[in-house]
Nanobody, 113 residues
Framework: QVQPVESGGGLVQAGGSLRLSCAAS???????MGWYRQAPGKQRELVAH???????FYADSVKGRFTISRDNAKNTLYLQMNSLKPEDTAVYYC????????WGQGTQVTVSS
């Protein structure tokens, strides 16, 4: 089963930026891919996804601040996060939109106020 590997998280002050990356043995280009996050005590939620043609969709909470993209040549998914807020603190994961892959370890994003 495909298990992605997420990276790029860290500790950042409010207003800062981070870029997350997701690599996997499975093809990212043929799947609708998403970035998810799970904050302590909360359910995992979808924050952004990208379809085959490149169209992107965002949760209202991150719209205008986050950008999902994909490099098919590198088989890598990205999430550019700008204007970060403390409420963005969570573990971030990538997966297909149907969560067909195994969940990876995720990457921790912590935003301090």
């Amino acid at each position: 089963q495909v298990q992605p590997v997420e990276s790029g998280g860290g500790l950042v002050q409010a207003g800062g930026s981070l870029r997350l990356s997701c690599a996997a043995s499975g093809s990212l280009s043929v799947n609708v891919m998403g970035w998810y996050r799970q904050a302590p005590g909360k359910q995992r939620e979808l924050v952004a996804h990208i379809i085959g043609g490149g169209s992107t969709f965002y949760a209202d909470s991150v719209k205008g601040r986050f950008t999902i993209s994909r490099d098919n040549a590198k088989n890598t998914l990205y999430l550019q996060m700008n204007s970060l807020k403390p409420e963005d603190t969570a573990v971030y994961y990538c997966n297909t939109l149907s969560a067909a892959w195994a969940w990876g370890q995720g990457t921790q994003v912590t935003v301090s106020s």
